[in-house]
Every structure is written in structure tokens, then in C-alpha cells.
């Protein structure tokens, strides 16, 4: 292959990524309209669910009402394009896979939404409500009378539930990573402790300084990591399986020939 050659295949690599950037923009862009019907409803919801019937909200300035109102709107517009930005990762990089895997890898999508939703439920439906609860509690031990302001109020919910949903996505990174043979299920093993000190040090970000609350997300994301490493296993020996059937067919291929 001449350089030209290789410059031109760059170059379309590059219009292909391009093409695919301004679908995922353009959607996001319908998404966001659609939005603007849906996050009304969903922040009354979150208003007035148990976890925060009992606070009265407040704007501390003019424009905090449409600041949450914006994010809201960014929120729900990713989690709509979430699908369409894994099936474009997923066509960007599928011509580099073997058929079954391209099969398989297509699987990971609706897999890692439901993972992302079911991250998003577990913090705002288990941990959310415990979490105000003990703020609640603390303040009145400490006679403090609380004034929620709503910019506060829903950027702790923000920052509590979608690192979660992002978190909960381990085990389908792992496994993807694994097919592409970028990790091995040997070196997660290796690479425990540490990756157990960082998800401590994650979790100790999200989570108010008592010990319960820590080991509420400290013990699922510890279960995450053990989960991924099962799964990598299971992808690591499908790849094996694939590369040895690879190199059956090529030795067939190079006796038939002779």
C-alpha cells in the first residue's frame, strides 16, 4: 500500500468519524426539542416525590428556575441519544471485528442502558432517600433549621445519581474491552486492590461522611467489579475460542493450497 494510499484511508476514517459525530448532533439536537415537553413533568415529579415532599424548595436567584429547567432538558436529551452514540461507537469500530463478534458486541447496547437505568434507580430509590434522611436528621440534632435552595437540591441529585448510572456500566466496559482484547480478566484479578482503593475514593465523593452511606456504595460497586471480572472471563475465553477457530481455518486454508 503506497502512502497516498494510507492518507486516503486516514482521511476517510476521519469523514466516517465526522458523519457519525454530526448524526449523534443532530439527534441530540431533536432530542433536546422533545425534552422541553418532558422536564416539566419530571421535575414536579421529583418535587413532590417522598424524598422531597417534606422540603420546601427554594431560587436563591432569578435564573436558578431555568437553570434546572436547561439541565433537565440536557439530561433527559443524553439519555435519549445514549443508544444512538453506542450504536455509532459500535459501527465506527465494527469493521475491525470478526462476524460473531460484531453479533455480540451489537448485543452491549441495550445492555448498557438497562445497566444505566438500573444505576440511575438504585442511587435515587435506595440510596437518594437514606441520604436525605440522615441530612434531615443531622439538622435537626444540630437544631438547624434548612433552607433548600432548588439549584442545590437537584445538582446533589445529579451528582449522586448519574456517576452511579455511569458506574454501573463496569461490567459491559469490562467485557468490551476484553472482546477487543485491550484487558485480560488476569490482569483485572492483578489490579484488585487498587481498583477496590479507587472505587473507595469514588464513593467518598458521593456520599455523605458516615459509614453506613459509604458501605452502600462502596459494597455494590465492590460486587460490579467481582461481576466484570466473571464476565471478562467468559469474554476472554470466547476470544480464544475465535482466535484458535481463526487459525484452524488459515492452517486449512494453507493445506488445501499446498
Request: avoid cysteine; charge should be negative; hydrophobic fraction near 55%.
Amino acid at each position: 500500500m503506497s502512502q497516498s494510499q494510507k492518507d486516503m484511508t486516514m482521511y476517510e476514517h476521519i469523514g466516517e468519524l465526522q458523519k457519525r459525530l454530526m448524526i449523534v448532533v443532530v439527534f441530540f439536537l431533536l432530542a433536546f426539542v422533545a425534552s422541553f415537553f418532558l422536564a416539566e413533568p419530571l421535575i414536579r415529579y421529583l418535587q413532590h416525590a417522598d424524598e422531597a415532599k417534606e422540603l420546601t424548595m427554594n431560587a436563591f436567584r432569578l435564573t436558578d428556575p431555568l437553570k434546572i429547567y436547561m439541565e433537565m432538558m440536557v439530561f433527559i436529551s443524553l439519555i435519549l441519544t445514549a443508544p444512538l452514540i453506542l450504536f455509532q461507537v459500535w459501527s465506527f469500530i465494527s469493521p475491525g471485528l470478526y462476524e460473531t463478534e460484531r453479533k455480540v458486541t451489537l448485543s452491549y447496547i441495550p445492555i448498557s442502558l438497562l445497566l444505566f437505568l438500573g444505576g440511575l434507580s438504585f442511587s435515587y430509590f435506595i440510596l437518594f432517600p437514606y441520604i436525605v434522611e440522615f441530612m434531615m436528621t443531622l439538622s435537626d440534632s444540630l437544631e438547624i433549621q434548612q433552607v433548600i435552595g432548588i439549584n442545590e437540591y437537584f445538582h446533589f441529585l445529579f451528582q449522586l445519581t448519574i456517576p452511579f448510572g455511569l458506574l454501573f456500566q463496569l461490567p459491559v466496559a469490562m467485557l468490551f474491552l476484553t472482546r477487543l482484547g485491550i484487558i485480560t480478566p488476569m490482569v483485572m484479578a492483578k489490579v484488585r486492590k487498587v481498583a477496590y482503593f479507587i472505587l473507595l475514593v469514588i464513593a467518598a465523593f458521593i456520599t455523605p461522611p458516615d459509614i453506613v452511606s459509604h458501605l452502600m456504595v462502596t459494597v455494590p460497586l465492590f460486587i460490579l467489579y467481582e461481576i466484570s471480572i466473571w464476565i471478562s472471563k467468559i469474554g476472554y475465553k470466547k476470544v480464544l475460542e475465535a482466535e484458535q477457530k481463526l487459525e484452524m481455518e488459515q492452517y486449512e486454508e494453507e493445506r488445501n493450497k499446498d
